[in-house]
């Protein structure tokens, strides 16, 4: 729950503020930890600090040689930018496995590095790649390893008036062949049971250098160093590469959890680490996807204290139709769309952006409102699936949702329809993969997912006529 919401125009102001207001405030980005940790966890926050209409957070571009990526770019926007597929594809391909389509519209790498989980899949791919993460705040700014970033599970060097501006990634060098692998329990929405990301320099045939990150098998992402070595100077041969593999397990420190014991954990980095080492020698690098967006960015105002009341009032466009909501303290976007305008269409399934109950389009995209803060879409415009029917016809996806049987229960089928809307809008004819790959955070526990699948196939052939 928080009380107060404001949107800060630059770093030093939200160090500002940070500084001001103490342990009461918190910076928010895309919410999908945070959001979860209020709701769920039971997290009470005084103010809540937008840094997501700070121009530097949100920009990607070439600086001194490096890329720089705003900290609240959200990763979809990341797997849209083709000079980040062509730069940093190892950094990409580890994106594509966060989340759902859903979380991807949100979250970001700021979020990501800040909640400093061990598990964060952003993080072993900075850091095989060698970036710095850039801090800033009131005292200046300064630019810290990734290597040297964390310093314990959710503890990191960042001072009480700092945030992360972004971070600064060398791009990837022709003779540099990466591969992000990771293993969760399911496919989407799956915290990494181990995750590693590996960075191979070669030189005439041999290993120049290796690098290789490890995630979720002790307190902090960190580098195997011993057997990072190991590979230098070999031709990745299948000896070179069981012994690397064998020694990266060895440097593993993990625990037992609800996800895995510390020996599966260490049983299987090994497996992956040779995955992934196999993957380079045979050059079969895993592929980026097609973005599932290719709507424009817009980097909103900053709305001014007076515009927003101490973001309790916010004024966006839903359905058509501008409206300003008086008070939304403490409210999710979910709660101001089904309490303050009756749109019950939303669905309520987890309030912890698993089930997709809540999806909308934001600005076009595909979000589980759940997640996202009323006062963060000020300014911008919703849909929700009251809006998608027009003049007394069901949208072509409703309709083939009922001819296929698809509208299998109240409480999922708003959300479906609303993934399956922002996907036909970026896919003319998606295949069943990618029709899979979009509805990943859309839960379905009473009938499956084959006529559904059926039917967004269907409705795509009536959407997008050729
Ligand atoms: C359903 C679901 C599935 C998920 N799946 C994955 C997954 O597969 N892999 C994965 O790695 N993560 C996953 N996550 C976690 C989450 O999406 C990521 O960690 C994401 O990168 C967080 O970014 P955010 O912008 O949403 O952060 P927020 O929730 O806005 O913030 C997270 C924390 O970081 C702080 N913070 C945010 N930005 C800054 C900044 N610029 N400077 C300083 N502090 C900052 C906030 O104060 C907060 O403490 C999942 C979350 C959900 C809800
Ligand atoms: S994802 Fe928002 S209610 Fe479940
Ligand atoms: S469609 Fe709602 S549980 Fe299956």
Redesign the pocket.
């Known amino acids: 729950m928080w009380q107060r919401y404001v949107f800060a125009a630059s770093p030093e102001e ?1 160090g500002s503020l940070l500084k001001e207001l103490g342990t009461e405030a ?12 209020m709701k769920g966890g039971g997290l009470e926050v005084g103010t809540l600090i937008d ?1 997501t209409r700070i121009p530097s ?1 949100q920009s990607i571009e070439r600086r001194d040689g490096k890329i720089w990526i705003g ?2 770019v ?2 979809s926007r990341l797997l849209a930018s083709p000079m980040l597929r062509e730069s940093t594809p190892l950094l990409l391909q580890a994106v594509q ?4 389509v859903q ?1 991807r519209n ?10 400093a ?1 061990p ?5 072993p791919a900075l850091m095989a790649l060698g970036a710095e993460v850039a801090l800033a705040g009131p005292g200046g700014r300064r630019t810290v390893p990734i290597t040297e970033f964390f310093l314990g599970v959710r503890k990191t060097v ?1 001072n009480d008036d ?4 972004g971070v600064l990634v060398p791009p990837q060098a022709e003779n540099q062949i990466g591969v992000f692998v ?1 293993h ?1 329990l399911r496919r ?5 049971v181990v995750n590693a990301a590996v960075l191979v320099t070669m030189e005439s045939g041999k290993v120049a250098e290796a690098r290789i990150a490890l995630g979720s098998v002790a307190p902090t992402v960190f580098r195997a160093e011993e057997a990072e070595k190991m590979l230098e100077g070999s031709d990745l041969d299948e000896k070179a590469i069981a012994d690397a593999a064998a020694a990266a397990s060895r440097a593993s420190r993990p625990i037992d959890d609800i996800r895995g014991t510390a020996a599966y954990r260490r049983h299987l980095v090994e497996v992956l680490v040779k995955r992934a080492l196999q993957h380079i020698a045979s050059g079969n690098v895993p592929e980026l996807l097609p973005p599932m967006n290719r709507q424009e960015f817009r980097l909103l105002p900053v709305p001014s204290s007076d515009e927003i009341a101490d973001g309790n009032r916010v004024t966006l466009t839903v359905n058509g139709q501008e409206v300003t909501l008086k008070d939304v303290r403490g409210k999710s976007l979910l709660y101001a769309l089904r309490d303050e305008l009756g749109l019950l269409g939303v669905k309520d399934g987890c309030s ?3 089930c997709g109950a809540c999806t909308v389009q934001l600005d076009g995209r595909a979000v ?1 409102s759940c ?1 996202v803060p009323a006062p963060q879409a000020h300014g911008r415009t919703v849909e929700t699936i009251e809006g998608i029917s027009k003049n007394g016809s069901l949208h072509p996806i409703q309709q083939a949702f009922v001819d296929h049987a698809a509208a299998q229960c109240g409480y999922c089928t708003s959300g479906f329809i609303m993934s399956a809307k922002a996907l036909l809008e970026t896919y003319r004819k998606p295949d069943d993969e990618t029709i899979k790959r979009a509805l990943a ?1 859309n839960l379905c526990r009473c009938t499956g997912y084959y006529q559904i699948v059926e039917a967004v196939k269907a409705a795509a052939e009536e959407v997008n006529d050729d």
């Open positions: 939200a918190r910076i928010i980005a895309g919410g999908t930890d945070l959001s979860v940790a840094v957070l900290a609240a959200a990763y496995e966060i989340g759902s979380i949100l979250g970001s790498i700021g979020g990501n590095l800040a909640t989980s598990a964060g899949d952003a993080i960042l700092e945030i992360i501006e990771k969760g989407a929405h799956a915290i990494s912890a952006g698993e589980t997640l955070g």
